[in-house]
């Protein structure tokens, strides 16, 4: 399966691969807002630019521009879709990369999130049991294995 995910507007399709060619498995929204760059946002894109030693042709953006809600999307061996979201600050006007997770099952179960220890990257879900990769404080990436308790 491959999953089609619009992280900025909260879209997504699951198109299902065969022999036979390709099928939609589902379509469908996320439980996601999406959040318009702010002042900030805009402050930090305008110091980036200013910063770059080689400077490309200027690219003029034009708004509303948005921000990703939603990264790191892993199928679980039933089907169902985690995809990491992006936790918007509004007090802030900053994005963080947390540890909430997303599940949209395959079936019409309802959206659902999941909670995982932070810094962990999610690299695959069997079952009850979730395998990932954390990065130590010496910079040694370690593979954890934890379970899911329902």
Same mark, same amino acid.
């Given at each position: 399966?491959?999953?089609?995910?619009?992280?900025?507007?909260?879209?997504?399709?699951?198109?299902?691969?065969?022999?036979?060619?390709?099928?939609?498995?589902?379509?469908?929204?996320?439980?996601?807002?999406?959040? !318009?760059?702010?002042?900030?946002?805009?402050?930090?894109?305008?110091?980036?630019?200013?910063?770059?030693?080689?400077?490309?042709?200027?690219?003029?953006?034009?708004?509303?521009?948005?921000?990703?809600?939603?990264?790191?999307?892993?199928?679980?061996?039933?089907?169902?879709?985690?995809?990491?979201?992006?936790?918007?600050? !509004?007090?802030?006007?900053?994005?963080?990369?947390?540890?909430?997770?997303?599940?949209? !099952?395959?079936?019409?179960?309802?959206?659902?999130?999941?909670?995982? !220890?932070?810094?962990?990257?999610?690299?695959?879900?069997?079952?009850?049991?979730?395998?990932?990769?954390?990065?130590?404080?010496?910079?040694?990436?370690?593979?954890?294995?934890?379970?899911?308790?329902?």
């Amino acid at each position: 399966m491959v999953a089609l995910v619009d992280g900025y507007a909260g879209s997504i399709r699951i198109l299902r691969i065969t022999r036979d060619g390709v099928a939609e498995a589902k379509s469908g929204r996320l439980n996601i807002t999406p959040q !318009p760059l702010g002042p900030r946002d805009w402050e930090r894109l305008e110091r980036f630019e200013r910063t770059q030693r080689e400077l490309p042709p200027r690219i003029h953006l034009v708004g509303p521009l948005f921000k990703s809600q939603v990264t790191d999307p892993v199928f679980a061996a039933d089907g169902t879709l985690w995809v990491r979201r992006n936790d918007f600050d !509004p007090g802030t006007e900053s994005i963080s990369i947390g540890a909430r997770f997303l599940l949209v !099952p395959m079936d019409d179960r309802p959206q659902s999130v999941v909670q995982l !220890p932070p810094g962990l990257s999610l690299n695959a879900v069997r079952g009850n049991l979730l395998a990932g990769v954390r990065k130590t404080d010496l910079g040694v990436h370690q593979v954890e294995v934890w379970e899911q308790r329902r």
